[in-house]
């Protein structure tokens, strides 16, 4: 077992969460730290190539792992981890660009009229 692989039972025995969670948390950390440290908009297709990039290099360590225990790459695996540690990041990106996850997170826009009190009558005499 190589250490990256032990490094990954570590953090599960710590955690106490399955391996699909993790891809989960990891996802959404490697996306919202990468949107901060190089601050860009969570709509911002960087954060997204970080978790993907993130997720490939996983899966490629993965990779070697397999060939060498298993004699074979497990791809369904693979697949299943990239799609487990994308999913969150992706759907978040997508409504960010679309300007829901704003709308979601701000509430409705209100217009700037609306906010400024209407002039009252005054009587002079």
Same mark, same amino acid.
């Given at each position: 077992?190589? =250490? /990256?692989?032990?490094? &990954?039972?570590?953090?599960?025995? @710590? +955690?106490g969460l399955?391996?699909?969670?993790?891809?989960? /948390?990891? *996802?959404?950390? =490697? %996306? @919202?730290? +990468?949107?901060?440290?190089? &601050?860009? !908009? $969570?709509?911002? %297709?960087?954060? %997204?190539?970080?978790? $993907?990039?993130?997720?490939?290099?996983?899966?490629?360590?993965?990779?070697?792992?397999?060939?060498?225990?298993l004699g074979?790459?497990?791809?369904?695996?693979?697949?299943?981890?990239?799609?487990?540690? @994308?999913? %969150?990041? +992706? =759907?978040?990106t997508v @409504?960010? !660009?679309? *300007?829901? $996850?704003?709308?979601?997170?701000? *509430?409705? !826009? #209100?217009?700037?009229?609306?906010? #400024?009190?209407?002039?009252?009558? +005054?009587?002079?005499?």
């Amino acid at each position: 077992m190589s =250490v /990256y692989q032990m490094f &990954k039972y570590v953090v599960v025995w @710590l +955690t106490g969460l399955a391996m699909d969670a993790l891809h989960i /948390y990891v *996802g959404l950390i =490697v %996306w @919202l730290v +990468t949107a901060a440290v190089f &601050k860009r !908009r $969570l709509g911002s %297709w960087l954060p %997204w190539a970080a978790v $993907l990039a993130a997720a490939c290099a996983g899966e490629f360590l993965d990779f070697f792992d397999d060939m060498r225990t298993l004699g074979y790459w497990d791809w369904r695996a693979s697949v299943h981890d990239i799609w487990n540690t @994308l999913f %969150w990041p +992706t =759907v978040f990106t997508v @409504l960010a !660009r679309s *300007g829901i $996850l704003s709308r979601l997170i701000d *509430g409705p !826009r #209100t217009e700037a009229r609306e906010l #400024t009190p209407e002039p009252r009558e +005054t009587r002079e005499g």
